[in-house]
Nanobody, 116 residues
Framework: QVQLQESGPGLVKPSQTLSLTCTVSGGSITTNYYAWNWIRQPPGKGLEWMGVIAADGSTYYSPSLKSRTSLSRDTSKNQFSLQLTSVTPEDTAVYYC????????RGQGTQVTVSS
């Protein structure tokens, strides 16, 4: 059974870079059938897809976040990561890693607050 777990700082200052890591257990991130996503949910709003890293390492990003978002992976640790640069308070959200774009199978989420 695949499980995902997000980790990273819960508080980031404006203009800094938000960095999160997702550890996957019960399945390999290099399995061809799946791709690995980051999704977020700001307070009072719906889920927002941010980007995906495929089994071959290729990446795709939401057009609205593309200029600030980078996904990477460490296959030796079965982890993939998110970096979001130049954050503002509007980036405050619960961040999820997920095995699908809709977030049907996702981690428990981690709260990230952008504040000075």
């Amino acid at each position: 059974q695949v499980q995902l777990q997000e980790s990273g700082p819960g508080l980031v200052k404006p203009s800094q870079t938000l960095s999160l890591t997702c550890t996957v257990s019960g399945g390999s991130i290099t399995t061809n059938y799946y791709a690995w996503n980051w999704i977020r949910q700001p307070p009072g709003k719906g889920l927002e897809w941010m980007g995906v890293i495929a089994a071959d390492g290729s990446t795709y990003y939401s057009p609205s976040l593309k200029s600030r978002t980078s996904l990477s992976r460490d296959t030796s640790k079965n982890q993939f990561s998110l970096q979001l640069t130049s954050v503002t308070p509007e980036d405050t959200a619960v961040y999820y890693c997920a095995r699908d774009q809709a977030g049907t199978l996702r981690g428990q989420g981690t709260q990230v607050t952008v504040s000075s």
